[in-house]
């Protein structure tokens, strides 16, 4: 697929919030709060201690075949520390807000929108925005290259759910930015040391499919 700046915005509507299933519930304590010795299930006592009830009390809140029981409340809590802090949101609005900036300024006439800089490092060269599953963990995040032979030699096939080629850098950061708004309530954030772990999200969330141009 190719897509330009003027097809951003993914169609649909962004999509509506998870189930939260007790297995759901689940790998959310473990991504977020660490594992039991056995790597089994989430460790008990961190999760206690962080949302301010008995390890019992998560215990019942993840056990098989019957609904979650957590409230409300709590699971709001939960999300407070598993979803992407307010300062990363922010920094994800600047970017977005730099990439309509820059998008606009690349469409006035060479020599107008002070866009050198960036084609001396490839920017406005074509970039791919691709959807990756992360490794050992049920969830994706999208990733940004550009769309040479030995770049997209580096992305891991086996790991690619979609892509799409945009014309340049900042289209394809207009349409992560569109992408992550689309996801936004299935977003938990991967463990420390995780390459992007501020915009992965589960990996059974509903996707638009990635936008095309016609040439």
Known sequence: MTHDEHSAHLEGEPTSEPEWTPDRLRTVLMITYGTNAAGT????????????????????????????????????????????????????????????????????????????????????????????????????????????????????????VDHTLCQHRFAAELVKASLLEHVDAWRIQAPDGTTGRTETWFADAPLPPLPATHD
């Not at 029981?69 to 802090?85: C, K, M, W």
């Not at 990363?88 to 900036?101: K, P, Q, V, W």
């Open 41 to 160: 299930g989430p460790d008990l006592g961190a999760v206690a201690a962080a949302i301010g009830v008995t390890s019992r009390t998560v215990r019942r809140w993840i056990q098989h075949n019957r609904p979650s029981g957590v409230s409300a409340q709590n699971l709001a809590r939960v999300l407070a520390d598993s979803r992407p802090s307010e300062e990363a949101l922010r920094d994800e609005a600047s970017r977005r807000r730099y990439a309509e900036d820059a998008s606009a300024r690349i469409e006035l006439p060479r020599g107008m929108g002070g866009t050198d800089m960036w084609r001396q490092q490839g920017w406005l060269e074509p970039h791919v925005l691709a959807i990756l599953e992360v490794p050992e963990l049920p969830l994706r995040r999208p990733v940004i290259t550009r769309a040479t032979a030995k770049a997209l030699d580096r992305l891991p096939k086996k790991r690619m």
